[in-house]
């Protein structure tokens, strides 16, 4: 058959040009492998050139020391301070857990001694128990499901004890604390039909080829070229699919973030208080901390401002004490430890 197929090659043409099995192979070559190649290329380049320009510092301009009219509106400090310090982890925890202390959803109250576990949580709002939000997943790795104790070094205890426990509520806190960095859209993500089309398009590719080499007097090189144009094709479309940066909103909010970082930083080397209310400073406090200022500088802060809830949540109110700020950082840290440890048995 193949003798057939390169006879009739042979004696082939096109608008009277006659085709030659030298060139069938050369055209083979280009379109299952060249083709792709060059479509990597470009698409490499082009992904390069949007890092650099993601990656330019943005001009941030100078911060008014007005938070709501500087950031973002209905900004959080937990959710904000994901993308500008690159990830989820202990400190938005933390944040996330003084967001329901504030909003009076959730006590945190010092025990009588740090063998007692140091902090008993109370849960005021009782729907916290059965929601599904961030907050919801916050409480539940407060109160680990099962643990007698309600209080910090309980929740540890427990963790340490029943590593699996750990695993459903620090994915679900991960999961759904990314989630609200989404909702904000300073992530966006791409249709997720992209996900079928990847495996499609490269068995396509494959078979297609694989069911012309017989036209070609290479199939060597034939058949290395159709296996790695697909993985080619695989690669330019995972390159396209899933989460991306929303470059304009990202920077600005980023830029506007960097400025009150870099305003907050001025008033405590100065030794200012912050302006506004009470409400205000302490928000702006939380912003601090979620902008990755270190515990004992926005304590510092907050005591020159006279922020007292703000000074008992980041200092130890007693000997032997950690602070609330540091207690719920173990806490977390403890957890995610027990869950890789459970994932690993």
Known sequence: M????????GHASIAGVPVSQDLVNVAFVVVFLGIPLVVLLVARLCAARRDRIERRAPKAAV???????????GAR?????IPFCGQVGRRTFALSVLSLLRDGRLAMTPTDSPGEGAYRFDVLDRS????????SATVRV???????????????ARYVKK????????????????????EEKYLSEKDGELGNATAAL??????????????????????????IGGFVVLICVQGVRGPRADADKLREALARADAHRRWIVERCRAGEALLGSAAHVDRTLRFALAFGLSDEVVAGLARSSDDDSMTQFLAPPA??????????EELFDVAVHEDYRASDS
């Open 163 to 182: 590593p699996d426990d750990a695993r459903d509520p620090v994915r679900n806190f991960m999961k759904l604390a990314n989630a609200r960095v989404a």
């Open 202 to 227: 490269m068995l396509a590719q494959i078979i297609v080829g694989s069911c012309l080499i017989a036209f070609t007097t290479l199939p060597g090189l034939s058949a290395i070229a159709v296996v």
């Open 142 to 156: 407060c109160l680990p499901e099962g643990s007698p104790d309600n209080t910090v070094g309980g929740a540890i």
């Open 2 to 9: 193949a003798l057939g197929i390169e006879a009739m090659l």
């Open 77 to 81: 400090p937990e959710v904000l301070g």
């Open 63 to 73: 911060f008014s020391g007005e938070l709501l009219e500087e950031l973002p509106a």
């Open 128 to 135: 916290l128990l059965a929601g599904t939000d961030l907050a």
């Open 319 to 328: 000997e032997g004490f950690p602070s609330p700020l540091r207690a719920l």
